[in-house]
């Protein structure tokens, strides 16, 4: 088994659930994962599907994670979509969104027009 390039005591071990970030978006790889100090390195194969992947959904490599404040108003919080996401998403002041709530993240999708007409 080898040993793991970090801590330099730990084994290498498979593991199935590697969890990799990219551009804002979760995946699964396989890979090792160091038995003592936990480090993980996931398969080079399969960070580059997933990279390849994200790519299509057109997630990469424009850099997602944006960090704004939440301001009050009235009783509520609202959140402001900066500019160049409304620009590069098309939305407007009658665009509906879904919000979801996903572990401790919020998703907010625009819902598209086209998608609408097929409804
Ligand atoms: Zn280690």
């Known amino acids: ?25 979760v995946f699964i790889a396989k890979g090792h994962r160091c038995s003592k100090c936990g480090e993980e390195f996931p398969y080079e194969k399969e960070t580059q599907d997933f990279i390849e992947t ?20 009235g009783k509520g919080l609202v959140f402001r979509i900066p500019t160049d996401l409304e620009k ?14 996903l572990g401790n993240k919020i998703i907010i999708e625009p819902e598209s027009v086209s998608e609408h007409k097929n409804i």
Do not use: F
């Not at 390039?5 to 730990?10: H, I, N, S």
């Not at 994200?54 to 108003?73: C, D, F, I, T």
């Not at 590069?88 to 709530?101: F, R, S, V, Y």
């Open 1 to 25: 088994m080898k040993k793991c390039p970090v801590c330099k005591q730990g084994n290498l071990e498979q593991t199935k659930n590697i969890i990799l970030e990219i551009g804002g978006y």
């Open 54 to 73: 994200a790519r299509k959904m057109g997630v990469w490599p424009e850099p997602l994670k944006l960090y704004r404040h939440l301001s009050r108003s």
């Open 88 to 101: 590069q998403l098309h939305l407007t002041d009658n665009t509906e969104i879904a919000i979801t709530k």
